[in-house]
T-cell receptor, first 116, second 114 residues
Framework: NAGVMQNPRHLVRRRGQEARLRCSPM?????VYWYRQLPEEGLKFMVY????????ESGMPKERFSAEFPKEGPSILRIQQVVRGDSAAYFC??????????????FGSGTRLTVV | AQTVTQSQPEMSVQEAETVTLSCTYD???????LFWYKQPPSRQMILVIR??????QNATENRFSVNFQKAAKSFSLKISDSQLGDTAMYFC???????????FGPGTRLSVLP
């Protein structure tokens, strides 16, 4: 089992470009979570998705950010028209259905986005 | 607002010594989970220890133990016999069962010195 796979590991974008971050959950996991870690800070929750559904997007910025978890394929976090303040590490985590607390909750190694 | 405070941005300890990392949190809920996660330079988030708030007994995992004081909303991590591989950022966090997402503190950078 390869764990939670995130790619790319590093991504550089110029201001105004789009960033697409991909997350493949662990095999058998149907829940995906995205977190953002600004430099020298803890992870901040962004969005919680199940297949084809957004369950909780209370941590997502209102503009330019969107997330999806289609029936087939990885979850995608999309940031449009990136700005320097979007530079951060973006982490994905996954868990199986019906889990409580953090049982089975597994983090990926993150994508470091740098906006130049 | 649900918050987690880690008042020690950086700490250091000599190899084989014991160190305690502090954490306080603020919530009005009574049922939740508490965690310590370790983040080495590889960025991987590694679960160190987990505590259910309804359990009075402090959790222990090998060299890692917690001091959970629910009334004081305090959840400190003690690392015994520190090893060089313990060098990392350590994050305190809690989770409500219904939400399935973590609230993390800002982290403590721990350096274990040879």
């Amino acid at each position: 089992n390869a764990g939670v796979m995130q790619n790319p590991r590093h991504l550089v974008r110029r201001r105004g470009q789009e960033a697409r971050l991909r997350c493949s959950p662990m095999k058998g996991h149907s829940h995906v979570y995205w977190y953002r870690q600004l430099p020298e800070e803890g992870l901040k929750f962004m969005v919680y998705l199940q297949k084809e559904n957004i369950i909780d997007e209370s941590g997502m910025p209102k503009e330019r950010f969107s997330a999806e978890f289609p029936k087939e394929g990885p979850s995608i976090l999309r940031i449009q028209q990136v700005v320097r303040g979007d530079s951060a590490a973006y982490f994905c985590a996954s868990s199986p259905a019906g889990t409580l607390g953090n049982y089975g909750y597994t983090f990926g190694s993150g994508t470091r986005l740098t906006v130049v | 607002a649900q918050t987690v405070t880690q008042s020690q941005p950086e700490m250091s300890v000599q190899e084989a010594e014991t160190v305690t990392l502090s954490c306080t949190y603020d919530t009005s809920e009574s049922n939740y989970y508490l965690f310590w996660y370790k983040q080495p330079p590889s960025r991987q988030m590694i679960l160190v220890i987990r505590q259910e708030a309804y359990k009075q007994q402090n959790a222990t995992e090998n060299r890692f133990s917690v001091n959970f004081q629910k009334a004081a909303k305090s959840f400190s991590l003690k690392i015994s016999d520190s090893q060089l591989g313990d060098t990392a950022m350590y994050f305190c966090a809690f989770m409500f069962p219904a939400s399935q997402n973590f609230v993390f503190g800002p982290g403590t950078r721990l350096s274990v010195l040879p």
